[in-house]
Every structure is written in structure tokens, then in C-alpha cells.
């Protein structure tokens, strides 16, 4: 495969990468299921495989909520209504490094990486139309499983608002993120669509999730840890998050971002790669070290 193929492929995948950072609108991507039941939260017992007996796992409401307060609480996100985030991408074992970028106002969103001698990768929403392009695929508008990731990948704290997007929870398992031990939630949408979402199982934080990215190319299984948590603005936030995949593997370090930042609206219409764009009163200050 070629770097540009490869690029495509992973940028799709890190295209919200910043992603997983504000869970602040209600709004569903165009299509979605205005009807959708309400959540519904389970948990299992975990299995005992040595002859003692099984150990109930806490609810995933529960789980949930802790992830919320141990980021900062429900208010403090709520005040949240843009950011603008600044990252830069590396692909291990392949020498590959790009710029990632996100715009974020109240659910619209715009987000790019470039990668020097091999191009961007663009996506976009407005008003529940979101969009996408690559060097590979060109521009396309996307519905289905594709919008439907994206939407929700594009947000900074999906915990705060995740029965906008799915309509169940259950806890399945305890695992691990590294060396810290953590709770897994399976989250499933009205889709059908899932997601597993791993969280500290002292402390809640937020440490990773797992998923099959829709592509394309294709289905790719996709394992993110999140990573080196500071404070910002009242809120804790991952500034490293590291992607496996059976490609490659890639590193999102953040390098700024700019809660409540002043965002055109124009930032979010669909343009061409080479478009000039509003970006008055959009420049961002590096975040304190932490």
C-alpha cells in the first residue's frame, strides 16, 4: 500500500482524534432515528473461571457518571460551547507525521490533518450534514455508520451526553489499559452500532475505547488508550492518545487547545482543500503545562 493509500485509511480513523475530546449538543446526524428507546443500563457478573464465586460489575450508569466527575462534572462541560484543538499525528514504523486540527461549535465541527507530500484529510458538519475528503476517496458526503461515528468521535467528552448517541450500557467485563486496571461498558446505538469504553476502575477516569471504524476501504478494528490527563479550563483532558490498528499504529499528542474559542461559522461550510477560510479571532493559546 502506498503512504498516501495508508495515510487515507489511518486519517479516517484519527479524524476526530482530538476526538474523544465536548459532548454539548442534542443533535442526531442527519438520518438517525428520532424515536430511538430510551437508555437502557445492565451490567453482568463477571465469570469466575477459578472456582470462587462471580463478582458483580457496577452499573454503567454508574461507571458513566464517575467518568464525568473525575474529568470535572457535568457543569463544567456544559459551559463548553467551542474549542479549537491542535494535535500532531505520528504513524509509527512509517515515518509519517501530520498536523491535526478541529473546530468544534455546538455540535458543528470542521477537522483536518495534513501530512506534507501526501495531502489533507477533511471532514466536516453543518446543520447534520457531514462530509468527508481524502486524496484517496476525493469528497463525499456521508450517511449511516460513517456519520454516525464521525458525529460522535468529535466530541471531547462523549461520557457527558453518550444517550445522545447510544441507547444502551452495559458494564461486561474488567480489563486492562496498559498497566491500570479498568471497567469495559459496551455502549450500543439504535443502530445496532457499538462501542466499548474503559474506565479507571479506581479512580473513573476515562482511559480508552474500542470500535470497528467504517471506512471506504473497509471495516478496521481500532483500539485507542488515552493517555498523560492535565487540567484545562476546569476540566481533565487526555493530551496523548495512542491507536492501534492492524495497519500501523499512531500517536495523537495535543499541542494546544482553546476552550470557548471565537469560531466563524464559516469554519464549518463545505469547502475545497485549498480554500481560504475565516480565521479571525480563531488563533489559539497553547494550554498550561500540568
Same mark, same amino acid.
Given at each position: 500500500?502506498?503512504?498516501?493509500?495508508? #495515510?487515507? +485509511?489511518? !486519517?479516517?480513523?484519527?479524524?476526530? !482524534?482530538?476526538?474523544?475530546?465536548?459532548?454539548?449538543?442534542?443533535? /442526531?446526524?442527519?438520518?438517525?432515528?428520532?424515536?430511538?428507546?430510551?437508555? /437502557?443500563?445492565?451490567?453482568?457478573? &463477571?465469570?469466575?473461571?477459578?472456582?470462587?464465586?462471580?463478582?458483580?460489575?457496577?452499573?454503567?450508569?454508574?461507571?458513566?457518571?464517575?467518568?464525568?466527575?473525575?474529568?470535572?462534572?457535568? &457543569?463544567?462541560? !456544559?459551559?463548553?460551547?467551542?474549542? @479549537?484543538?491542535?494535535?500532531?499525528?505520528?504513524?509509527?514504523?512509517?515515518?509519517?507525521?501530520?498536523?491535526?486540527?478541529?473546530?468544534?461549535?455546538?455540535?458543528? %465541527? @470542521?477537522?483536518? *490533518?495534513?501530512?506534507?507530500?501526501?495531502?489533507?484529510?477533511?471532514?466536516?458538519?453543518?446543520?447534520?450534514?457531514?462530509? =468527508?475528503?481524502?486524496?484517496?476517496?476525493?469528497? $463525499?458526503?456521508?450517511?449511516?455508520?460513517?456519520?454516525?461515528?464521525?458525529?460522535? *468521535?468529535?466530541?471531547?467528552?462523549?461520557?457527558?451526553?453518550? *444517550?445522545?448517541?447510544?441507547?444502551?450500557?452495559?458494564?461486561? $467485563?474488567?480489563?486492562?489499559?496498559?498497566?491500570? =486496571?479498568? @471497567?469495559?461498558?459496551?455502549?450500543?446505538?439504535?443502530?445496532?452500532?457499538?462501542?466499548?469504553?474503559? #474506565?479507571?476502575?479506581?479512580?473513573?477516569?476515562?482511559?480508552?475505547?474500542? #470500535?470497528?471504524?467504517?471506512?471506504?476501504?473497509?471495516?478496521?478494528?481500532?483500539?485507542? !488508550?488515552?493517555?498523560?490527563? $492535565?487540567?484545562?479550563?476546569?476540566?481533565?483532558?487526555? @493530551?496523548?492518545?495512542?491507536?492501534?490498528?492492524?495497519?500501523?499504529?499512531?500517536?495523537?499528542?495535543?499541542?494546544?487547545?482553546?476552550?470557548?474559542?471565537?469560531?466563524?461559522?464559516?469554519? %464549518?461550510? +463545505?469547502?475545497?482543500?485549498? &480554500?481560504?477560510?475565516?480565521?479571525?479571532?480563531?488563533?489559539?493559546?497553547?494550554?498550561? =503545562?500540568?
Amino acid at each position: 500500500m502506498t503512504k498516501r493509500g495508508l #495515510f487515507a +485509511k489511518l !486519517a479516517r480513523i484519527a479524524i476526530a !482524534a482530538p476526538l474523544v475530546l465536548c459532548a454539548c449538543d442534542k443533535d /442526531k446526524p442527519e438520518g438517525g432515528d428520532d424515536k430511538a428507546p430510551a437508555a /437502557k443500563v445492565e451490567s453482568k457478573q &463477571a465469570a469466575a473461571d477459578d472456582g470462587k464465586p462471580a463478582v458483580a460489575l457496577p452499573k454503567a450508569e454508574d461507571l458513566l457518571a464517575k467518568s464525568v466527575e473525575a474529568a470535572g462534572g457535568k &457543569a463544567a462541560f !456544559a459551559k463548553i460551547e467551542s474549542f @479549537y484543538y491542535q494535535g500532531q499525528l505520528e504513524i509509527a514504523g512509517q515515518k509519517l507525521e501530520a498536523k491535526a486540527e478541529l473546530w468544534w461549535k455546538k455540535g458543528d %465541527f @470542521y477537522t483536518e *490533518q495534513n501530512m506534507g507530500g501526501v495531502g489533507k484529510v477533511r471532514a466536516g458538519r453543518k446543520g447534520g450534514k457531514i462530509w =468527508a475528503e481524502d486524496p484517496v476517496n476525493g469528497m $463525499r458526503d456521508l450517511s449511516g455508520l460513517e456519520a454516525e461515528q464521525i458525529t460522535w *468521535q468529535s466530541h471531547m467528552m462523549l461520557p457527558v451526553e453518550w *444517550q445522545t448517541y447510544f441507547s444502551r450500557a452495559e458494564t461486561v $467485563r474488567e480489563d486492562k489499559v496498559g498497566d491500570k =486496571a479498568v @471497567y469495559v461498558v459496551k455502549l450500543t446505538s439504535a443502530s445496532g452500532a457499538e462501542l466499548e469504553v474503559m #474506565f479507571d476502575k479506581d479512580g473513573g477516569l476515562w482511559r480508552g475505547m474500542k #470500535f470497528t471504524q467504517e471506512t471506504p476501504m473497509g471495516k478496521i478494528p481500532v483500539t485507542l !488508550a488515552l493517555e498523560d490527563y $492535565r487540567d484545562v479550563a476546569g476540566i481533565k483532558m487526555a @493530551y496523548k492518545q495512542v491507536t492501534e490498528m492492524p495497519l500501523a499504529n499512531a500517536t495523537m499528542e495535543m499541542i494546544k487547545l482553546d476552550v470557548n474559542a471565537e469560531i466563524s461559522e464559516a469554519r %464549518f461550510e +463545505k469547502h475545497t482543500a485549498d &480554500a481560504e477560510v475565516v480565521k479571525k479571532g480563531e488563533a489559539a493559546a497553547p494550554p498550561p =503545562a500540568g
